[in-house]
């Protein structure tokens, strides 16, 4: 505080820090503060609450019955006073069932059933695949944009990467659609060759499987894998390389000890960024499976929450996936030796 | 296309590689543009029923995607104005930070960028549901601020490395006061970055889905829009918007390369 006061001046000192601990405050911690609390209680689930007030006014409706038929004063009176203290007795509960006591403790997240823990973790699997294919296509690409011979030509190539980029997440998600949907182009042209008949619904049914999520995705997610390794394989001194040729290495061993561990760093952050995307995107499931192919986790977050209606549920959802994306990163961040800061471009 | 070192034959394989690769990125996006001019009622290419352009007529009568348009702007403009002074502070203040101190907040400042978009909308709109906010455009400006924010700061402090310090300690000696100084000199030199900044916190905010479906509540963006009708029930509509989205796309990266090219050839 003092040395931002002397750089600043008090009052600019302060105003900044104001803006900073707003920020952190009411956009990151306490929202998390708040997902967290959501997903650790519960309330009391009301079905048998309710069996026993429609009970209770059973009883209260041949207690009237009876009261109505009844002769004696003396016999009514006690049915009525009968009465007034069933009525009681539901009134009292139906306050409970409108207000449920809250339950605090670890339940929402030990009562995932089997189904959704198998698309937790077939989610985090799936993530991983996109992540290691996303790698295996990009690294030859990041390769060639980053020891492109020429400006103007790694200023094209980098242009043709971002314009895709710069499209919509969705419509590209879209196009792929339109590609591997049961009329799409692919069971179209092999319509026309005769392969599939579409008249008698014989298409090609890749909507179904989960590897036109993975398409999709990795066609998404593509350049948070290149430009990582991209920008830290423009650091490489290309000297490295010809050294290594003269001095008879192959092509595979020079990418294996020369030019990956140069790229360590850039394929770290790039493998952090796709897995964090793949495994948390709502969109390209979403929109790829239409239903028809298995569930990721954040659609059953998504249905927690908008169609269940049990927030506490959703949030303890979310907070499995964010420990477990968290976990990912330091792990990651750790087996390659990579700060913060580089993460952070 | 490639590098000098490689060996003919390992260039070939190469450059048919990154061909295909460009083949991948590019073609899905021919055939959704192509699409929109087919007259047939479901989006196709396959089932070519002549050109048409109605479907631009349909988009421009179309009062959800339209307001939904709007709505974006909005809330893009609402994350500029939230995201912008955010960022600047947080990077103004690391830059005079001690290693340690500056670590911690660092990382605190950077991790909703690490975070699935999916969770910040999620926290967003449980906490602001404690103040009696519903879901909606303001609480998809917040939940989208929290991250492109932390966008904003990484800008700013790229930009304050290489700022020469010696420049505002040189007024302050002079008997400038700190209002002065950071008024003349230190906004003057973030101004471009600031632009940048804006730009960015604009294109993410518009662009953003993941985070704003669960922020947004009754109201909607035009990406949520798009979303919900991807989801039930595909028209050739959505391709005119693809449409546009490429054409402002490729329009700006020519520009982009036109400028960036000519210095390099002069």
């Not at chain 2, 294109?203 to 039930?232: D, H, M, P």
């Amino acid at each position: 505080m003092g040395s931002l006061a002397r750089a600043y001046g008090r009052p600019l000192a302060l105003t900044l820090t104001a803006i900073l601990v707003l920020w952190i405050l009411a956009l990151i911690l306490v929202p998390l503060g708040a997902m967290v609390q959501q997903s650790l209680w519960w309330k009391d689930s009301a079905g048998d609450l309710s069996l026993t007030i429609d009970r209770l006014y059973n009883d209260i409706a041949t207690l009237q019955l009876d009261a109505g038929n009844a002769t004696d004063a003396a016999k009514k009176a006690a049915l009525d006073a009968e009465i007034a203290t069933k009525q009681g007795e539901a009134t009292a509960l139906e306050a409970q069932e409108l207000n449920p006591g809250k339950q605090w403790g670890l339940d929402n997240f030990t009562r995932m059933s089997s189904l959704h823990l198998y698309i937790f973790v077939r989610t985090i699997l799936y993530a991983l695949m996109v992540t290691a294919l996303a790698l295996i296509v990009c690294y030859p690409v990041a390769y060639v944009v980053a020891l492109a011979s020429g400006p103007r030509k790694a200023i094209i190539l980098t242009v043709a990467l971002i314009v895709p980029y710069a499209i919509n997440e969705l419509l590209r998600v879209y196009a792929w659609l339109m590609i591997l949907d049961y009329r799409g182009v692919i069971n179209g042209v092999l319509g026309w060759f005769g392969v599939v008949d579409l008249d008698n619904r014989g298409w090609i049914p890749f909507l179904e499987n989960p590897s036109a999520v993975f398409l999709a995705m990795i066609y998404t997610y593509v350049l948070f894998m290149v430009f990582p390794i991209v920008n830290t394989l423009e650091t490489l001194d290309r000297n490295q390389i010809e050294a290594a040729r003269d001095l008879g290495a192959s092509t595979a061993r020079i990418h294996r000890r020369v030019i990956i561990p140069h790229a360590k760093p850039g394929i770290a952050v790039g493998c952090i960024m796709t897995f964090m995307l793949s495994a948390g995107s709502y969109s390209v499931p979403a929109i790829m499976t239409r239903g028809q192919g298995g569930d990721w986790f954040s659609q059953l977050v998504y249905r927690q929450f908008f169609e269940s209606n049990n927030w506490n549920m959703g949030s303890a959802y979310a907070v499995s996936l964010l420990v477990v994306c968290t976990a990912f990163i330091l792990l990651m961040m750790r087996f390659f030796g990579v700060g913060l800061r580089d993460i952070a471009k | 296309m490639s590098t000098a070192t490689d060996s003919p034959g390992a260039r070939l394989i190469l450059n048919i590689y990154i061909g295909l690769f460009v083949l991948y990125l590019f073609l899905p996006l021919a055939v959704m543009s192509a699409a929109a001019f087919n007259s047939f009622d479901y989006p196709s290419v396959t089932q070519w029923r002549g050109f048409t352009l109605k479907w631009f007529v349909a988009l421009a009568n179309d009062q959800r995607l339209l307001q939904g348009l709007v709505n974006s702007v909005l809330v893009a403009l609402g994350v500029i104005v939230v995201s912008i002074p955010a960022g600047l502070s947080g990077a103004l203040i690391l830059t005079r930070l001690g290693q340690r101190s500056g670590t911690v907040l660092y990382s605190v400042l950077v991790s909703p960028v690490l975070t699935p978009g999916i969770i910040l909308g999620i926290s967003s709109l449980i906490f602001w549901r404690e103040f009696g906010v519903p879901g909606g455009l303001f609480v998809a400006v917040m939940a989208q601020s929290s991250f492109i924010a932390s966008y904003a700061m990484l800008l700013f402090l790229a930009r304050l490395q290489r700022q020469d310090r010696t420049l505002e300690e040189a007024a302050l000696d002079l008997g400038a006061s700190h209002t002065l100084v950071f008024r003349r000199i230190t906004l003057p030199f973030l101004a471009p970055t600031a632009f940048t900044a804006a730009v960015v916190a604009f294109l993410q905010s518009f662009e953003n889905y993941n985070t704003t479906v669960f922020a947004i509540g009754g109201e909607w963006t035009l990406v949520t829009e798009i979303a919900s009708r991807l989801r039930f029930g595909l028209s050739p509509v959505i391709n005119v918007v693809g449409v546009i989205f490429v054409v402002l796309t490729l329009l700006a990266a020519t520009t982009y390369v036109l400028l960036k090219g000519k210095p390099k050839r002069a």
